[in-house]
């Protein structure tokens, strides 16, 4: 079983332009969208095509829009409370450009209230017997007024449950967690899925450059920056690095050693980058609940990233929109 948890979900709204986008001038929409969106949603969603165990958490009301969008995807959910949900807005124009303008959510958003009721979920899923493993994703920002340490005690909530935990965020959130992890290792998540620049936001250093060196074969920085989260007591690091690729750095759990692994990206048409970093999470843990070993998982990831970049507007890949192979990933 797979239990997403979005602190600060959206309504994910897409116009898409017949032309580049007109900054202060008139642009006029072709077609839109509107989507139950938010990153842990986004996993949910990819989850759940693929066949796969998944309920979803989310700090809003069961009625009005949000909850009709979400319900429509036949997602288990459970609704916490009764916060309004933001509208993010993306553009797409003619030429595959995307720009994201987001909202910032709602400041009245409970935190202990959704904290209780992902430890009721965690004990609900515990208390019936199903077979392991099971994951809690926790996954994009967190509301105005949340604490900013909310991710390392939900993840040392859920190690005591039996969880394991995957954590994809930024900013103060990664920051929280990083430095909780430092001072205690139960709040250290087993997977961390930050981009090159979130990355770089941890350990230091350009995360364009790693991304370029990537796309040129030099994957020596990159693996030196994620290497160090392991070191810190993180259990696992998928860095997605754009259109080259992703890597995926372990710490075995037996002996303690490590191993990279690198998987490139298929050449493909990008339309639209939104869900891309949430499909290549969703792909590791499909794999990770199914048994798959480390490569396995990344080679998944990196699937439903890249086939998520050739999809429309905010549409997330279905397992008939992946490719027939998997790329291959190879240790670094």
């Known amino acids: 079983m797979i239990i997403t948890v979005t602190p600060n979900p959206s309504i994910d709204r897409t116009q898409r332009l017949p032309a580049p986008l007109d900054v202060g001038g008139v642009n006029r929409v072709v077609a839109g969208t509107d989507q139950a969106g938010g990153k842990g949603v986004n996993v949910a969603t990819v989850i759940h095509y693929a066949g796969d165990d998944v309920f979803a958490v989310v700090p809003a009301d069961s009625g009005g829009d949000f909850a009709e969008l979400l319900r429509a995807g036949d997602i288990p959910v459970r609704f916490v409370g009764g916060s309004s949900v933001r509208v993010n807005l993306t553009l797409t124009d003619g030429d595959g450009v995307t720009t994201k303008i987001n909202s910032p959510g709602d400041s009245s958003t409970d935190g202990r209230a ?8 965690l004990s609900d899923v515990s208390g019936q017997g199903v077979p392991g ?23 040392a909530t859920a190690h005591e449950q039996g969880f394991r935990v995957a954590v994809d965020t930024s900013d103060a959130a990664l920051a929280a967690l990083v430095d909780l992890s430092d001072r205690n290792p139960a709040a250290a998540p087993d997977l961390i899925k930050p981009n090159s620049h979130e990355l770089a936001q941890i350990v ?9 060196a990537a796309g040129d074969g030099d994957l020596s920085a990159v693996v030196e ?13 998928l860095v997605s690095l754009g259109a080259a690729g992703a890597l995926l750095v372990t710490r075995d759990d037996v002996d303690g050693t490590t191993g ?44 439903h990233g890249s086939t998520a970049v050739t999809l429309p507007g905010t549409t997330l890949p279905r397992p008939d929109d992946l490719p027939t192979a998997l790329p291959e990933a190879r240790r670094v």
């Open 114 to 121: 959704l904290a209780e009721a992902v430890d009721q979920t």
């Open 260 to 303: 990279s692994w690198f998987c490139p990206s298929p050449a493909v048409t990008a339309v639209s980058t939104v869900g891309a970093g949430d499909s290549t999470l969703a792909g590791y843990v499909i794999g990770a609940v199914r048994g798959k070993d480390a490569p396995e998982r990344l080679a998944l990831a990196v699937a």
């Open 225 to 237: 920056a994620a290497s160090a989260l392991i070191d810190r007591g993180f259990g696992a690091a």
């Open 204 to 212: 230091g250093g350009d995360g364009d450059a790693m991304e370029q």
């Open 133 to 155: 493993p099971h994951w809690l994703v926790l996954a994009g920002s967190l509301p105005p007024g949340f604490p900013d340490d909310w991710y390392a005690r939900m993840t």
